[in-house]
T-cell receptor, first 113, second 116 residues
């Protein structure tokens, strides 16, 4: 399958700081990538669609000013959690399509103290 | 709203048994269905997919069945091994060409535990 990487794999930060998570497609290009959030023992919830060359589109209930998304190139999308709070602690996962199939990154564990 | 759900949240089997994981979906407009395996602390891993114009697809040790009449998906794993222990999610993808294409809706997940 296709390869998607994420960096960092885990991060611990203080409340009020901002954290950037990178998502890279290593063996394919993607004009669209997706960001999901997963709380413990729950399913994945789509947060937003990252669009290369245009603004991201956010799912209902997701604050666009808090979760900044930048699709810098056809192989890189970044998610910045601004002014993070403990309730933002979660597992953030990105995906990119190759053909009709979405391939997922390994995830980033964010812990906000 | 539309959702994809699972009948059984947990499934325990003995090594060598066959496993069946079920999933019900409610969006009749969905065109494409995928099963993912997620191990602890990792991202979902693609297992097998099926399109709405098919009712069965087989892979290596896995088979997906689609019953559009009752909006039901199942994943069958043959000769289950301890390495198959993980959470399994079904996901649905809206119609190709639509504005929601690629936006997967995930089911709750089933925890599969395989005992040696």
């Amino acid at each position: 399958g296709a390869v998607v990487s994420q960096h960092p794999s885990w991060v611990i930060c203080k409340s009020g700081t901002s954290v950037k998570i990178e998502c890279r497609s290593l063996d394919f290009q993607a004009t669209t990538m997706f960001w999901y959030r997963q709380f413990p023992k729950q399913s994945l919830m789509l947060m937003a669609t990252s669009n290369e060359g245009s603004k991201a589109t956010y799912e209902q209930g997701v604050e666009k000013d808090k979760f900044l998304i930048n699709h810098a190139s056809l192989t890189l999308s970044t998610l910045t959690v601004t002014s993070a709070h403990p309730e933002d602690s979660s597992f953030y996962i990105c995906s990119g399509p190759r053909g009709d199939t979405q391939y997922f990154g390994p995830g980033t564990r964010l812990t906000v103290l | 709203g539309e959702s994809v759900g699972l009948h059984l949240p947990t499934l325990s089997v003995q090594e060598g048994d066959n496993s069946i994981i079920n999933c019900a979906y409610s969006n009749s407009a969905s065109d494409y269905f995928i099963w993912y395996k997620q191990e602890s602390g990792k991202g979902p891993q693609f297992i097998i997919d099926i399109r709405s114009n098919m009712d069965k697809r087989q892979g290596q040790r896995v088979t997906v069945l689609l019953n559009k009449t009752v909006k039901h998906l199942s994943l069958q794993i043959a000769a289950t091994q301890p390495g198959d222990s993980a959470v399994y999610f079904c996901a649905e993808n809206p119609l190709a060409g639509g504005t929601s294409y690629g936006k997967l809706t995930f089911g709750q997940g089933t925890i599969l535990t395989v005992h040696p």
